[in-house]
């Protein structure tokens, strides 16, 4: 099977100008396509090409860069049309900065020297060079790049790889994914192991970073600029901290279910938890390290042909795993999970996690692909109490030296160099 990865390279140096220009063409194009193909009541793919090929010929760029932007403007309509189905604010999409979206025939890339050579108009090329490590060089040995996306910081390759089918899995890694930990368990045929995988350090960087940027605002109340350009900083840093971890933390995951023939199951995060907004989707801060940490695991998990089963989430933090009743006493407080009718109590989270496993049970389509599941059962009361396993524990000798060096940023803060 195919899939599709991005790769992010820094530019060695900033973009000639030939290239700035036509990203700025490319801007142009984008955001007149939006024009027409509202004006014009267009949606279909293909349905702007003769109008794109007219505007490439005024604009003297390349006739291959003419398709893309239409793609682009498309696509961007096409949000901006569903916002307005559902009743969303939204404004006719404008693109504000220079960018550039090129097919894999209007450029060439050097994975060695990451020079790359790109297509501007009829016999006129710019060259340009990318930032490569031995990782890049690594990633980009044995896969087509499809797609160039640029803009004045960077470039995106887009990838085209090979992917093994996902086996038929003959055990289920089922997790429940909370601010601070995934729970659940590990059913396997002749062991049902309830799980604990905590990474407490992604909630920590967060609520520091949230208490320094709120710091950092105040101080910068008379400068906006400034005061934006820092947060900006402090925003990437951040992103950059916890995505680390997170990628430590699901290659391991998804290595240990593909040892053990284990499908993953998640809860699918793009759907309601139920009861309105779900207490535990209103918290704080976002959710996005979650949703990163389920994109990570699905497409390491693609990568590995482990399958990955998501499941609708609604009451699964409410549900009694015995029975499948929901039921729940009225005190909802403490971490303690307690069924009304039959007075089954556990760990709010592994409780959560349990449901899951369940739903996958029953609702596992019964295909060759899943026979493996037949033989599963998964029974609370046979849980080992009081036993949760550690499946991870955040690596003792990396992270003590990274916590060494945070400390040392966070005790002597930049003055903000050049300001
Ligand atoms: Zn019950």
Redesign the pocket.
Same mark, same amino acid.
């Given at each position: 099977m195919l899939a599709r990865r991005s790769l992010v390279c820094n530019l060695a140096g900033p973009l000639p100008h030939p290239a700035l220009a036509l990203l700025s063409d490319f801007r142009l194009m984008v955001n007149r396509g939006i024009r027409e193909a509202i004006e014009q009541g267009l949606t279909a793919q293909g349905s702007l090409t003769k109008y794109s090929q007219g505007l490439a010929r005024e604009l003297r760029v390349n006739g291959v860069h003419s398709r893309t932007p239409m793609d682009t403007a498309l696509s961007l309509d096409a949000g901006h049309r569903r916002r307005l189905r559902k009743g969303a604010r939204s404004r006719v999409p404008y693109v504000r900065s220079p960018f550039l979206v090129a097919d894999d025939s209007t450029f060439h890339l050097n994975p060695d020297t990451g020079h790359l050579r790109l297509s501007l108009r009829n016999s006129e090329w710019a060259g340009l060079d990318l930032r490569q490590s031995d990782w890049h060089r690594s990633v980009l040995a044995d896969r087509r790049i499809k797609q160039l996306r640029l803009n004045a910081n960077r470039a995106v390759l887009v990838l085209e790889l090979d992917t093994p089918e996902p086996y038929t899995p003959q055990a289920i890694l089922a997790l429940d994914t909370n601010e601070r930990s995934l729970d659940g368990v590990l059913l396997e045929p002749d062991a049902t192991t309830p799980l604990v995988v905590p990474y407490p350090d992604v909630a920590t960087i967060q609520h520091r970073h949230f208490a320094r940027r709120r710091r950092l605002g105040r101080k910068k109340a008379h400068d906006r600029r400034v005061g934006r350009k820092l947060l900006g900083r402090e925003g990437r840093r951040e992103h950059r901290r916890i995505v680390q971890r997170l990628h430590l933390l699901t290659k391991m995951l998804v290595a240990q279910a593909n040892s053990r023939g284990a499908a993953l199951s998640l809860e699918d995060l793009h759907l309601p938890r139920g009861g309105g907004h779900g207490r535990r989707m209103r918290r704080r801060l976002s959710s996005w390290p979650q949703r990163e940490l389920h994109r990570q695991l699905e497409y390491k998990a693609e990568e590995q042909g482990v399958p990955v089963l998501k499941v609708n989430p609604r009451n699964t933090s409410k549900t $009694?795993p015995?029975?499948g009743?929901i039921?729940e006493r009225r005190s909802r407080v403490g971490r303690v999970f307690v $069924?009304a009718? $039959?007075g089954?109590r556990c760990d709010r989270q592994l409780n959560a996690g349990l449901n899951i496993c369940q739903i996958v049970l029953r609702e596992a389509p019964k295909g060759p692909s899943n026979s493996g599941l037949g033989g599963l059962w998964l029974s609370p009361d046979a849980l080992p109490k009081d036993a949760m396993k550690l499946l991870y524990s955040p690596g003792h000798a990396g992270a003590h030296g990274r916590s060494g060096r945070e400390r040392r940023i966070e005790v002597a803060p930049r003055d903000g160099g050049g300001f």
């Open positions: $009694c015995r029975f009743e039921k $069924c009718s $039959c089954w």
